[in-house]
T-cell receptor
Framework: GAGVSQTPSNKVTEKGKYVELRCDPI?????LYWYRQSLGQGPEFLIY????????DSGLPNDRFFAVRPEGSVSTLKIQRTERGDSAVYLC???????????FGPGTRLTVL | AQSVTQLGSHVSVSEGALVLLRCNYS??????LFWYVQYPNQGLQLLLK??????LVKGINGFEAEFKKSETSFHLTKPSAHMSDAAEYFC????????????FGGGTRVLVKP
């Protein structure tokens, strides 16, 4: 079956602009995660959804970052007033609620000029 | 809180030689441990996971890892490297088995020499 998909694969924007990154999880997966991977580092947790609600948003770096999952499937990560330090690969993962395996998408590479 | 340390950001091995990637963790609760592999321009793929059953865990592509509580380690090995093993490998820890965030190490990039 289809895996986790993320769009766009690449996004280039200018400092101060607003961006949205989309994640389509594996069908039926109720848990959805966002991570950020900076160059040369491991992924860092941002936020976790169980269904439509954010169960843990402790990894969001500041209030410029926001994520939604209104129907419990697709999720959008929103970044306001982008900064050059936001440049990274943003990874999405999904899992069944009761298992421990997170399946990752290919990521969106965000570049802020 | 959990943390993961991967010793060696780059490892070079000859084809057919042993692959050994080191991972040490810190956790305030019994951990769940994972190894993921990331090929260029692809998403992370789970190699294997430890969830408090057998301490020696076998994964895909001939990899295995051993959980050693006394050493707080979860090192990844493969007896004989193949060219296709060239990738970046990440160790990760989670506080629970389901529905929780993963804390990743910094990764180890493996180069396989012919």
């Amino acid at each position: 079956g289809a895996g986790v998909s993320q769009t766009p694969s690449n996004k280039v924007t200018e400092k101060g602009k607003y961006v949205e990154l989309r994640c389509d999880p594996i069908s039926g997966h109720t848990a959805l995660y966002w991570y950020r991977q900076s160059l040369g580092q491991g992924p860092e947790f941002l936020i976790y959804f169980q269904g439509t609600g954010a169960a843990d948003d402790s990894g969001l770096p500041n209030d410029r970052f926001f994520a939604v999952r209104p129907e419990g499937s697709v999720s959008t990560l929103k970044i306001q007033r982008t900064e050059r330090g936001d440049s990274a690969v943003y990874l999405c993962a999904s899992s069944w609620a009761r298992t421990d395996t997170q399946y990752f998408g290919p990521g969106t590479r965000l570049t802020v000029l | 809180a959990q943390s993961v340390t991967q010793l060696g950001s780059h490892v070079s091995v000859s084809e057919g030689a042993l692959v050994l990637l080191r991972c040490n963790y810190s956790s305030s609760v019994p951990p769940y441990l994972f190894w993921y592999v990331q090929y260029p321009n692809q998403g992370l793929q789970l190699l294997l996971k430890y969830t408090s059953a057998a301490t020696l865990v076998k994964g895909i592509n001939g990899f295995e890892a051993e959980f050693k509580k006394s050493e707080t380690s979860f090192h990844l090995t493969k007896p004989s490297a193949h060219m296709s093993d060239a990738a970046e490998y990440f160790c990760a820890v989670s506080a629970t088995a389901a529905g929780n965030k993963l804390t990743f190490g910094g990764g180890t990039r493996v180069l396989v020499k012919p």
